[in-house]
């Protein structure tokens, strides 16, 4: 099983409240990533990093932002919640470019804005 | 349009059957193709990869083959599980002229009845 960890697992939280989900691996990867995922739907990246002080936009349009620090840690940041963004957030790390090596998922979080 | 579709979008079979899922795609440039195994509430966690000039790999009872010229995909199962009830994802990578992506299926949800 892949050394990535993501807390929480649950959150359940009312409108504009500010959250951080956070994402941890211990593999060492420079490449992280974080996806977003609607039930029966695809992945869809929000937001990637190839280092340290890296950090891009995906291909779908989030209000979330992200920082990266440290290697290992790469958290996602909602200053103010609302219901629209309600999902399952993935995150992700791989030793090299993410088309071109293999891609280690955490066990997600599932947001609940109410 | 890059695209990946994945059918049938829900399958049912009984335990100690097997099953073949099916992935088509429309990605191109082609790198690579990767089935993912993704459990309720649980991260995607890959089956294969398989690049151009592979056209089959197995991995214990998953078996995947490759066909680049018709841009299909199929995942065979056998002698199937309980334990194998999850969702499976179709994912192609491309390699751009700069960076390269992945495009997700939106998986086809596979339960395994006793």
């Known amino acids: 099983e892949a050394d990535i960890y993501q807390t929480p697992r649950y959150l359940v939280i009312g409108t504009g409240k500010k959250i951080t989900l956070e994402c941890s691996q211990t593999m060492g990867h420079d490449k992280m990533y974080w996806y977003q995922q609607d039930p029966g739907m695809e992945l869809h990246l929000i937001h990637y990093?190839?280092?340290?002080?890296?950090?891009e936009k995906g291909d779908l349009s989030s209000e979330s932002t992200v920082s990266r620090i440290r290697t290992e840690h790469f958290p996602l940041t909602l200053e103010s919640a609302r219901p629209s963004h309600t999902s399952q957030y993935l995150c992700a790390s791989s030793d090299g470019l993410a088309e071109l090596y293999e891609q280690y998922f955490g066990p997600g979080t599932r947001l609940t804005v109410t | 349009k890059n695209q990946v579709e994945q059918s049938p979008q829900s399958l049912i079979i009984l335990e100690g059957k097997n099953c073949t899922l099916q992935?088509?795609?429309?990605?191109?440039?082609?790198?690579?193709l990767r089935w993912y195994k993704q459990d309720t509430g649980r991260g995607p966690v890959s089956l294969t990869i398989m690049t151009f000039s592979e056209n089959t790999k197995s991995n214990g009872r998953y078996t995947a083959t490759l066909d680049a010229d018709t841009k299909q995909s199929s995942l065979h199962i056998t002698a199937s599980q309980l334990s194998d009830s999850a969702s499976y994802i179709c994912v192609v990578s491309d390699r751009g002229s700069t960076l390269g992506r992945l495009y997700f299926g939106r998986g086809t949800q596979l339960t395994v009845w006793p």
């Open positions: 992935c088509n795609y429309t990605v191109s440039p082609f790198s690579n």
């Open positions: 990093s190839y280092g340290v002080n890296s950090t």
